[in-house]
Each structure stands twice: as structure tokens, then as C-alpha cells.
């Protein structure tokens, strides 16, 4: 009972302003303790989520390898879609300073200069820009972009040593 009657004269003592301010800091440092318990509940709850993810990328990643070949097939016997545009992004497509097949259009007038170029591999190149020359505005050929996509062995042996070297690790 002494202890209260003392916090009772303590707080007599004290002026209005002073009461203010001790109980707005109290109040500031509940505040503080909330907030830190939220963002480690949420940190919890993330940890959670991220570790159950990790448990099931793995058998996605599996199932993946299994039909990797069938998805190869299917992205080299793919057409691109055609892009149905709304009533709005036509009326746009018609304002618009550039459309955006003007955009497709102009990308192959200009093309970068090489000075030299050098095979190191069948399937590597390397080749030195022209700094001087560095942009070709005349542009005769369009240029193609071919894509190749390395054998199933090879990849099935790459993605056969990333797993022995995962295992080394661990």
C-alpha cells in the first residue's frame, strides 16, 4: 500500500504538461512493442510460407525434368498469338504519335558495326564493335535471330552434374 500511496504523491507533485508527456510516452512505447511483435509474427509467417514453397518446388522441379523434352517440342511448334486490342487501346493505337507497328517496323534500321569477328565454338561467337562507325543507319538485310536449342543430353547431363554438385554441398 506504501508503494501506490508514493506513485499517488509522485504524480501529485507532478504539473498537467508533465502527466501529458509520461502518459504519451507510455503510450509511444506500446505503440513500439506492438509493432515490433506484428513484424515478428509476420517474419514467422513468412519463414513458414518460403519453407513450404521450398518443399514443393522441389517436386515441381522433378515432375519438370520429366517433361522437358515434351516442352521443348511444344516451344519450337509454337505460332505467336495475334493481340486483340479493345476499343480503347485501338482508339490509342490511332492517337499515338509512333504506333507500335511503325515501333516493329523501325527496329531494324539501325544496327550495331563490328570491327572483327571470331568463332571460337560452333555455337559461340565473339565480335569486337566498331567504336568509330558504331551505328549502321542503312541497313539492307533485315536481321534474323536464330535460336539454338542444345540437345536433351547435353542438358539432361548438365542438370545431372547441378544435382551431384548440390549433393557435394550439402
Known amino acids: 500500500m506504501q508503494i501506490f500511496s508514493d506513485i499517488i504523491n509522485f504524480i501529485k507533485t507532478l504539473s498537467f504538461v508533465d502527466i501529458v508527456f509520461f502518459f504519451a510516452v507510455l503510450a509511444l512505447m506500446l505503440l513500439i512493442i506492438t509493432l515490433i511483435y506484428f513484424l515478428r509474427e509476420n517474419n514467422d509467417s513468412d519463414i ?41 487501346e485501338e482508339e490509342q493505337e490511332e492517337k499515338a504519335i509512333i504506333s507500335y507497328e511503325e515501333l516493329l517496323n523501325r527496329k531494324n534500321d539501325f ?55 548440390q549433393q557435394t554441398l550439402n
Open 48 to 88: 513458414e510460407v518460403n519453407k513450404s514453397s521450398d518443399k514443393k518446388e522441389l517436386t515441381s522441379d522433378e515432375a519438370a525434368l520429366l517433361s522437358l523434352k515434351e516442352l521443348t517440342e511444344a516451344l519450337e511448334n509454337a505460332e505467336p498469338k495475334e493481340v486483340n486490342l479493345n476499343r480503347y
Open 111 to 165: 544496327a550495331i558495326n563490328y570491327s572483327e569477328e571470331e568463332n571460337i565454338d560452333e555455337e559461340l561467337t565473339i565480335k569486337k564493335v566498331d567504336l568509330d562507325n558504331l551505328i549502321n543507319k542503312e541497313v539492307t538485310e533485315p536481321q534474323h535471330i536464330s535460336v539454338t536449342v542444345i540437345s536433351y543430353d547435353k542438358e539432361e547431363a548438365f542438370l545431372q552434374a547441378l544435382k551431384t554438385l
